[in-house]
């Protein structure tokens, strides 16, 4: 080597490792070249593509192992990557027209057909037709009692505000409004009734409750999810509420709670929640934890109805049904472990079939147990 000039050998470093990716970098600019004959292709170009698709792959296999776990299996089938792409609501959005070979379909249940088999329906028609009667008993009780108030005038004022407690009061039992189907329900320890019910997350600010449970961060940040769609519904005066809120609270801790008005929607607060990340520190207690100091929240406020999104889904989040079992535990154990509570109703909002299946899964085993 040294009579020849002292030249060293130097290994040759491909593209895909001069980039730092796994995926190679020269077939993805083979497949860039093949059909885009008359375009010019950067050299960045394959190293952008290639980094991106590595980045799909690792996300994709991260939460379909999730799904794996949560099933009790050691190998990943297509199901679980069908599965971990329906649960994110991103990288559903992408692949929403790709089939998954042997993936099989998601769990829905048609409403109509739920109805059938456990009754719901016609506990939600007999519960809109008693508000009626009371407020045809209300208007007809009314009569009588302006009679007999004229020569008792300081009588009148109280029935004015009986009628005025009333009337929210007939709206909440109602139900949640249009665009809320109510899919199954359950009674708990204290006669509260837990709901199970459908819709979409743009429509999750017009929902007739008194209060919303929006997840977010320590930051109480409104861009994405159940936050955004209440950002949109409320205008610039919920927003500017949300950011007093955040300068005279400052960063919210894992697990608390904060509550601002819900200025433009039905409801009268948002109880803003900082949930937990999967895999942190006691990250399952540390959800229990949320969901009873939202519970706490609105029983402070002296709140009669609540709604639930589902808390920590997505990316980074809970595996759907380990949340789904923790929300349910926690919600149940806190009305056992308390005497009085104002709160008459729950309802589970949940905007994809997936978490539908699951819950109603899970409020089937808390009826057997």
């Known amino acids: 080597m040294s009579a020849r000039g002292g030249k060293k050998k130097t290994t040759k470093l491909s593209r895909s490792a001069r980039?730092?990716?796994?995926?190679?970098?020269?077939?993805?600019?083979?497949?860039?070249?093949?059909?885009?004959?008359?375009?010019r292709i950067g050299m960045g170009a394959p190293v952008y593509m290639a980094a991106v698709i590595e980045y799909l792959a690792a996300e994709i296999l991260e939460l379909a192992g999730n799904a794996a776990r949560d099933n009790k299996k050691g190998r990943i089938t297509p199901r679980h990557i069908k599965l971990a792409v329906a649960n994110d609501e991103e990288l559903n959005q992408l692949l929403r027209g790709v089939t998954i070979s042997n993936g099989?379909?998601?769990?829905?249940i048609h409403p109509e057909l739920l109805s059938k088999k456990r009754g719901s329906r016609v506990k939600v028609d007999t519960q809109v037709a008693v508000p009626e009667k009371r407020e045809q008993r209300s208007k007809s009780m009314k009569k009588p009692s302006i009679k007999k108030g004229k020569g008792k005038p300081g009588r009148k004022p109280r029935s004015t505000e009986n009628d005025k407690e009333a009337v929210p009061?007939?709206?909440?039992?109602?139900?949640?409004?249009?665009?809320?189907?109510?899919?199954?329900?359950?009674?708990?320890?204290?006669?509260?009734?837990?709901?199970?019910?459908?819709?979409?997350?743009?429509?999750?600010?017009?929902?007739?409750?008194?209060?919303?449970?929006?997840?977010?961060n320590a930051e109480?940040?409104?861009?994405?999810?159940?936050?955004?769609?209440?950002?949109k519904a409320g205008g610039r005066e919920f927003l500017d509420g949300v950011k007093e809120l955040r300068k005279a609270q400052g960063p919210l801790e894992v697990a608390s709670v904060a509550v601002s008005q819900a200025s433009g929607m039905?409801?009268?607060?948002?109880?803003?929640?900082?949930?937990?990340?999967?895999?942190?520190?006691?990250?399952?207690?540390?959800?229990?934890?949320?969901?009873?100091?939202?519970?706490?929240?609105?029983e402070e406020k002296k709140l009669k109805s609540i709604a639930f999104p589902s808390l920590p889904a997505g990316r980074n989040g809970f595996p759907k049904q380990t949340a789904a079992q923790l929300i349910l535990k926690a919600i149940s154990n806190h009305f056992v472990s308390s005497t009085?509570?104002?709160?008459?109703?729950?309802?589970?909002?949940?905007?994809?079939?997936?978490?539908?299946?699951?819950?109603?899964?899970?409020?089937?085993?808390?009826?057997a147990k």
């Open 266 to 298: 039905a409801a009268r607060f948002v109880i803003h929640c900082n949930v937990p990340q999967w895999g942190s520190e006691k990250c399952e207690d540390q959800l229990e934890k949320t969901v009873k100091n939202c519970l706490s929240a609105a």
């Open 169 to 216: 009061n007939s709206t909440v039992e109602d139900g949640p409004g249009d665009g809320f189907t109510i899919l199954s329900a359950k009674s708990l320890f204290l006669g509260q009734k837990l709901s199970l019910t459908e819709s979409e997350i743009s429509k999750i600010g017009t929902i007739k409750v008194e209060g919303i449970i929006n997840p977010t």
């Open 104 to 108: 099989g379909v998601l769990p829905r």
């Open 220 to 231: 109480l940040d409104l861009k994405e999810g159940v936050g955004n769609a209440l950002e």
């Open 340 to 367: 009085t509570s104002s709160l008459k109703n729950i309802y589970f909002v949940l905007f994809d079939s997936e978490s539908i299946g699951i819950y109603l899964q899970e409020m089937a085993k808390l009826d």
């Open 19 to 39: 980039a730092g990716v796994i995926f190679p970098v020269g077939r993805m600019m083979r497949y860039l070249r093949t059909g885009t004959h008359k375009y």
